[in-house]
């Protein structure tokens, strides 16, 4: 089998799986006061430091999540909220159109939800990164202070977002700022001067359902869940003790991924060769060094992915969806792809176990569903 689909979710590394089960084999609800939990309490505060240190944090400004969709969620409403409790309300929420579903939704609701708030959302460039002089035009017009909320790198093209300049736009505003880093992490080294950060364990080689959202100190924060206390009230529920723990020990695991690069490029100069009419997008914008883009035109992305899925080759169309069915990308919408090509858009994530072997099997079966069609075709 060869697995190429990492930006859905990475596999987990052998480092996470066995602190996972040895937090599962000791049990005990962190809250509690006995040995066992305050074994389990030990655990989720020594993976605090690794995530704090990871993201250059405070500890005590971690809040572990169910992962990347709830972390989006609660930096997107806990921002806002807190801001009006503060007395420093938000009236413009601005995300780009490039954005993952998590903050597209929230951030449409949002904007129904609280009267006086405006939903605004600013373009990319053709090639894929986010038009820095619309932001700052959209930031010039009208009154408020801003949320704007960006990714660090997409999720379907892989391009990295210029956090940089956007970080200086935001202050040239006073507008905070909410870095959706779930795909960025641990793949490159992230600059993060974000008020709001955001990661997923298993897009960097830990369990699925856990996260975290990192907030820069003193910045606004009105908590979602109610109840308990844990996450210093700031997300209350019994924490996942294993899958924190699994999450900590991946982060500790991770080198940055820019080693694969070379596997990538070898990829992509060879699927060009095999099927010349290839349309790869992002190439002309810095992108993560594992994710692939491309376009085999007139060849269905569902029908390419289960083709190769018969010969054991795992990819994925740019956008995984929950219901599993393959919907257009607004992604490639917003830089300005026809609807025809992005039907047959495919994603191949490499991850830290990638090697050759897959990447030859992915050319293989990629090269005799080109020739089919073009026999077809013909
Ligand atoms: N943000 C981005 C950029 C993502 O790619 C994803 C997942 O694909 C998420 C957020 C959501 O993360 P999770 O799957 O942990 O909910």
Partial sequence: MHYLDHNATSALRPEAREAML????????????????????MLIEEARTDVARFTHADPQNIIFTSGGTESNALA???AVQGAYEADARITRLFISAIEHDSIRANAAAMAERFAGLRLETFPVTKDGVIDLAALRQTMMEGKG???IAVMAANNETGIIQPLDEIATIARAYDARLLVDAVQAAGKIPLSLDADYLTLSAHKLGGPQGVGALV???GAAFAPFTLGGGQERSLRAGTENVSGITGFAAAIRAASDLRSLQNLRDQFEAELNRIAPDTIFFGMQSPRLPNTS???LPG???????MALDLDGVMISSGAACSSGKVRSSHVLAAMGVSEDIARCALRLSLGWNSTEADIHAALKSLNKLHARHSRVAA
């Fill in 215 to 217: 907030l820069k100190a």
């Fill in 76 to 78: 997107l409403w806990g």
């Fill in 145 to 147: 202070r801003a949320l």
């Fill in 299 to 305: 060849i269905n992305a569902e029908t390419a992915i």
């Fill in 22 to 41: 040895r937090a599962m084999d000791l049990g005990g609800n962190p809250s509690s006061i006995h040995a066992s939990g305050r074994k389990a309490r």
């Fill in 293 to 295: 883009n491309f376009a």
